[in-house]
């Protein structure tokens, strides 16, 4: 099991950025896929970014290409969301997840470690 620390969240008003971090601890990071989630309430949890292990090849979800970034150090156990130009549409509570895979998945039931989420609101 990974411990999973996410900050980095708050308001900002739209057309602005945030870039939310997170830090892992309890598996060797650089050999497992990490990923970015959102949720809002009453609604499914939405897959937003994932970065591979090894290569870290990068795959995201069409509503955010070109605005967010996913990068991570693996020296530092930490995974990036780089979030520019952001959009009411954008608020949410941001998760991040790891499994237990150099693979990048964009289903939440692939992920078997999970931050406790921090809040993004994005002000029009």
């Known amino acids: 099991q990974v411990q999973l620390v996410e900050s980095g969240g708050g308001l900002v008003q739209a057309g602005g950025s945030l870039r939310l971090s997170c830090v892992a601890s309890?598996?060797?990071?650089?050999?497992?896929?990490m990923a970015w989630f959102r949720q809002t309430p009453g609604k499914e949890r939405e897959f937003v970014a994932a970065?591979?292990?090894?290569?870290?090849?990068?795959a995201y979800t069409d509503s955010v290409k070109g605005r967010f970034t996913i990068s991570r150090d693996n020296g530092k156990n930490t995974v990036y969301l780089q979030m520019n130009s952001l959009k009411p549409g954008d608020t949410a509570v941001y998760y991040c997840?790891?499994?237990?895979?150099?693979?990048?998945?964009?289903?939440?039931?692939?992920?078997?470690?999970w931050g406790q989420g921090t809040q993004v609101t994005v002000s029009s």
């Open positions: 309890g598996r060797t990071f650089s050999d497992y896929s």
């Open positions: 997840a790891s499994r237990g895979s150099i693979y990048n998945s964009r289903s939440p039931a692939s992920y078997d470690s």
């Open positions: 970065i591979s292990g090894s290569v870290g090849y990068t």
